[in-house]
């Protein structure tokens, strides 16, 4: 609209304000004479109905509706007016919108003309605007390309959303990013995405997230957008290789690409992915550097070949440097290391030390018994370690190491076999390897080897019971037994093992009984018999016979009470039905226990069934016209030869006239509670019994558990000791009440006991272990295994060990309670104590001590230290790289004692902070085990500082610093050689003691073997020890048995 057209309109506004009548939407006068116009308030967005009622309406007026300044009022209005009427209406025709009147500024304006005057009365009516309309986005998406260049601040990209809301109050926008919102970008109130943070193209290509407009007024009206940035790449990175470090290897008299690149193929690229430009590859350097000729590099690929054949007896290992440089910027490189080793070539055949060899083993020994060991040597790079030994034989193996011995299936019989001639050759490679052969004669030795052997026995040994004795025993069973060798060796002689006071052997084999046997003590005897032959040493059978003694009836039988009585109702009495069931048992067996039952006297009124004891009705108590006691004595016969029988009295009450004369409890059933180990005659609960008369009295009796519970009179149920759910957890008893009548009644009830449980504290199998040490022992290694267990049903695989106070000299594993070293150098005094806690998983625990006493094998001046440029946790995994290298270096065996991470007095496992600093605490020895002074092994470790860093290289990798420090023992001690005797004498001791054990074993076995398929085999597990200081911790291994465990099995 023009500037005139918006002034115009605003003089109208201010005239129909200042000069018209005010009033809101209702009636209004019209004078077409000289034209009325009025402002008529406002209405809200929405309204529909009438606007103005019209009066004062001339009879020659003519009226009209129009719109004022357009005709949009026309869409919005309607006149209801009839020509010569004094009133008019003018109404809405739809719902007023102020969105639809954004021109006049949400106000409506219409006129009503008088037509026979041409006189317009003009209206104005203000629509109040409703917030009705949601923000809405110009476009659904949004993309732009943006350089990873680009300043933080900048301005990316602007989104629009507009609303159609009229009012400034209800079309307010804001802007914002939906989660998850990048950290790079925000939007601005206008819709601007500005960057919040430098892009990095190597890190992210492109950002996809929405952008959501919302009505500041009315949250709920909001739209969104989706927006996408693409990340543009910028050439600021150098190329890289894929690793810092490789290793190659080639054989000797090779040329040629490289036969093995690990860990994959030697590759760079560029940093830039994005750019992804091409890399150049050349040779920096080669140490040696004499041998900078015999390697090449193809430029494009990277890879290196051999130009000039290497010989592995000159040099075995070489290091080059490798560099890449990107093609269009010789600037930016990248270097690498590629480590090659030069392989060996199998050139030189195995040597047995022996062309032949003779050996004799006895007949007879045991499964895997060494025999003899071959010795080979081999020129070649790595000895005859890659080789193998091969020999055909069904009876001897030959292990790895070329030790001869028999095989864990084979025996030696010398009747059988009496020598074995065999070939023995030597590969020193798994393929295509060179080989050498040697004899082996082997002698077996003769002696006694067979063993007495039963002769069938029979399959059923019995005897009556009976009274024997010595001087007239009873004969059982003739048993014989043979034995396949001559003279003393073949005369056998049968004994009794077991049960020799009750059974001895006659000479001629026969079984007898020598004491009294009773059945129903004791019906089948198990007999151990011994086969014994007369050779020095002696060698023997062992096996056992069953020997059941058959019954005679010595028992009568036995009423289950001395009296069965039954009250009954003559009135009610029916013929046939059961009073009573007598019940009596005999200890004998066969016809002998089974029972019969009868009366002494026949009776008109009932009977008893003799085989189940059931008494019946057997009158219909016509002639009973008072109450009647009726006294019966029953008797029980058993079917043995002579009878035996019991009697018990039988009391029949006839009554009359009904009376309670009946017992019962409250309940049929009670159920009750107590925790575990409550203190004994603890209340458990309280059963009650009904009589129906307050004259009579009733007593309480526990049928069953009685060892466990009681009753009292008043039917109080106690437990007669503290209980254990894990022994038990339900009891299910029976309880008994007995009324005082004459004969008395009874009832029982079922009371059911549930023993809750408590959490109890672990329990250790010892209250002090013991344990000794050399002060040289190796890191982590097992000292003992300290043992609990939970008294809680399946609990004790849920214990925890740990030390009460922790200490940097040993610990605990935590599952198994195996206790080892960190570091035994460092123990100052001679005995240390320490407490060790179990904790089950409720958080109960329980200690036991742990005395460890330290022998100071080695001289504190003995012990060396060097520092690595190393991580802890790198270091410890590869302790035995790392002994085997400074031993090649410095000539002597070396034994590392610690690992820390500082030098001071705390140690840090690989379990703690780690740091790349770690100090390395170890003894170097001579050939002959005598430990070398720390200053003589420093001195010689600066001379060779270069070569043992060569070396150690190659364990840990390029970049290794060495340092040697200053001995943890200090210069004051004293200086002399100290050799290890502490060693020697447990190396010495450790052979005693396994050849004492070797000696036992074979004993055992030799008796074990004796026996045949009918025989007993009782064997005595020992414990195998072992006792290297290169042993590691196994804390799966059970605790060893102790010396007194041993002595007490044998």
């Known amino acids: 609209m023009e500037k005139i057209d918006l002034f115009y309109i605003l003089f109208i506004l201010a005239c129909l304000h200042v000069h018209s009548v005010r009033s809101p939407v209702g009636t209004s006068e019209i004078n077409c004479e000289t034209g009325t116009n009025k402002y008529l308030g406002s209405v809200p967005e929405g309204y529909t109905g009438n606007v103005e009622i019209i009066t004062n309406i001339g009879p020659d007026d003519r009226l009209v509706l129009e719109g004022y300044f357009d005709s949009i009022a026309e869409n919005f209005l309607e006149l209801i007016y009839f020509n010569g009427t004094s009133n008019a209406t003018v109404r809405t025709i739809k719902p007023l919108d102020a969105d639809e009147l954004k021109e006049s500024g949400g106000s409506l304006y219409y006129s009503v003309t008088c037509s026979n005057t041409g006189l317009k009365n003009a209206r104005a009516l203000d629509i109040q605007d409703v917030n009705d309309n949601p923000p809405i986005f110009q476009n659904k998406t949004y993309s732009a390309t943006v350089s990873e260049t680009t300043a933080v601040g900048s301005d990316v990209l602007r989104v629009i959303a507009e609303d159609a809301d009229v009012s400034p109050e209800k079309n307010n926008i804001t802007y914002s990013i939906q989660s998850p919102a990048p950290d790079e970008f925000e939007v601005r109130s206008d819709g601007n995405i500005r960057l919040k943070q430098r892009l990095n193209y190597d890190n992210a290509q492109e950002y996809i997230f929405t952008v959501q407009a919302t009505d500041k007024d009315k949250e709920e009206f909001s739209d969104t957008t989706t ?21 190659a290897s080639i054989e000797e008299n090779q040329v040629g690409p490289f036969s093995e690149v690990t860990p994959e193929a030697i590759k760079a ?7 992804n430009e091409t890399v150049l590859y050349n040779i920096t350097a080669v140490i040696p550097n004499e041998y900078q000729s015999n390697f090449d590099i193809n430029q494009n690929s990277g890879v290196i070949f051999v130009k000039t054949a290497l010989d592995r007896e000159e040099i075995d290992q070489i290091t080059v440097y490798i560099q890449a440089t990107q093609q269009d910027d010789a600037s930016k490189t990248a270097n690498t290391v590629v480590s090659v080793t030069i392989e060996d070539v199998n050139d030189n055949p195995p040597k ?15 499964q895997s018994q060494f025999v003899l060991q071959t010795r080979v040597t081999d020129l070649d790079l790595g000895g005859f370690s890659k080789g193998h030994f091969i ?46 052969t040697a004899q082996v004669i082997i002698t077996v030795l003769d002696l006694n080897d067979n063993n007495p052997q039963f002769l069938p026995l029979p399959e059923i040994i019995e005897i009556q019971e009976g009274v024997y004795t010595s001087s007239s025993p009873g004969d ?70 069953r020997v059941s003694i058959t019954d005679v009836n010595d028992n009568a039988p036995v009423f289950s009470s001395d009296t069965y009585s039954k009250s009954i109702l003559v009135k009610d009495g029916k013929v046939g039905e059961v009073l009573l069931t007598l019940s009596a048992t005999d200890k004998d067996a066969g016809n002998n226990s089974l029972i019969s039952y009868s009366f002494s006297e026949d009776s008109s009124m009932v009977a008893l069934d003799a085989d189940t004891g059931d008494i019946t009705l057997t009158s219909d108590l016509g002639e009973v016209t008072e109450n009647t006691l009726l006294t019966l004595t029953a008797i029980a016969t058993d079917h043995g030869t002579p009878p035996k029988s019991d009697e018990a009295e039988v009391l029949i009450y006839f009554k009359i006239a009904p009376v309670n004369e009946s017992v019962s409890f409250e309940s049929s059933s009670y159920n009750f509670t107590i925790k575990e180990n409550e203190p004994e005659a603890s209340t458990v609960g309280t059963v009650k019994a009904l009589t129906g008369s307050p004259l009579v009295s009733v007593s309480y009796n526990m049928k069953s558990h009685q060892d466990v519970f009681s009753v009292d009179g008043e039917g ?28 008395a009644n009874t009832a029982e009830t079922m009371v059911s006991v549930q023993v809750e449980n408590v959490n109890e504290a672990p329990v250790f199998d010892g209250e002090i272990y013991k344990a000794e040490i050399f002060s040289i022992s190796p890191y982590k290694y ?3 295994k300290v043992q609990a267990w939970d008294p809680d049903v399946g609990e004790s695989s849920e214990l925890k060990y740990s030390l009460v106070e922790s200490t940097t000299l040993l610990d605990v594993e935590a599952s198994t309670g195996q206790v080892y070293v960190l570091d035994a150098s460092r123990f100052r005094d001679n005995q240390l104590t320490l407490q060790v806690k179990a904790t089950d998983k409720h958080g109960l625990f329980t200690t036991t001590t742990l005395q460890i006493e330290v022998k100071q094998s080695v001289h504190r001046g003995s012990v060396s230290v060097i520092s690595l440029n190393q991580p802890i946790y790198i270091v410890e995994k590869n302790i035995p790289e790392m002994e085997d290298s400074m031993g090649k270096v410095l000539g002597w065996t070396v034994k590392i004692l610690s690992v820390r991470a500082e030098d001071g007095n705390e140690m840090r496992t690989i379990l703690s902070e780690s740091t790349d600093q770690t100090y390395v605490s170890f003894i ?39 340092k040697v420090e200053d001995s943890s023992g200090g210069s004051g001690e004293s200086s002399q050689t100290i050799t290890i005797t502490l060693i020697a004498v447990s190396v010495v001791l450790a052979v005693v003691s396994v050849t004492l054990a070797l000696k036992i074993i074979h004993l055992v076995r030799k008796k074990g073997a004796d026996s045949d398929r009918q025989s007993l085999s009782t064997g005595i597990d020992l414990p195998q020890r072992k006792h290297s200081l290169d042993t590691l911790a196994d804390f799966n291994t059970d605790q060893e048995p102790t010396k007194d465990e041993v002595t007490q099995k044998f």
């Open 269 to 275: 690229q560029d940093g830039d992915t994005g750019i």
């Open 716 to 743: 109080t149920i106690k437990a007669l000791r503290p209980l254990d759910k894990e022994e038990e957890e339900w009891y299910i008893l029976t309880v008994e009440a007995i009324d005082s009548r004459t004969p």
């Open 227 to 247: 927006v996408t940035i693409t990340v543009e790449d910028f050439d600021n990175l150098n190329p890289y290789f894929d690793h810092s470090f490789y290793k």
């Open 782 to 784: 097992p000292i003992v």
């Open 476 to 545: 059982v069973s003739k048993i014989s037994a043979t034995d396949a060798d001559i003279g003393d060796n073949g005369r056998v002689t049968i004994t009794t093992f077991s049960q020799n006071e009750i059974f001895r052997f006659r000479e001629d084999g026969t079984l007898l009984a020598i004491e009294e046997l009773d059945r129903e003590t004791q019906d089948v005897y198990d007999v151990v018999i011994v086969a014994m032959d007369h050779a020095i040493p002696q060698r023997n059978n062992i096996t056992k016979v």
């Open 352 to 366: 047995f030390d022996q062309d032949e060899y003779t050996v004799s083993i006895l007949e007879n020994s045991p």
């Open 391 to 436: 020999m055909v034989s069904d009876t001897f193996a030959i292990n790895s190491q070329g030790v001869i011995s028999l095989r864990s299936d084979a025996t030696l019989d010398r009747e059988t076999v009496d020598s074995y001639i065999l070939q023995v050759v030597a590969v020193d490679q798994p393929v295509d390897g060179l080989s050498s």
């Open 924 to 962: 170097a020895m001579d050939s002959s085990g005598a430990v070398i002074q720390a200053t003589v092994v420093k001195e010689k470790l600066n001379t060779e500082n270069k070569e043992l860093t060569f070396e150690l290289e190659k364990v840990f990798g390029p970049g290794l610093e060495i």
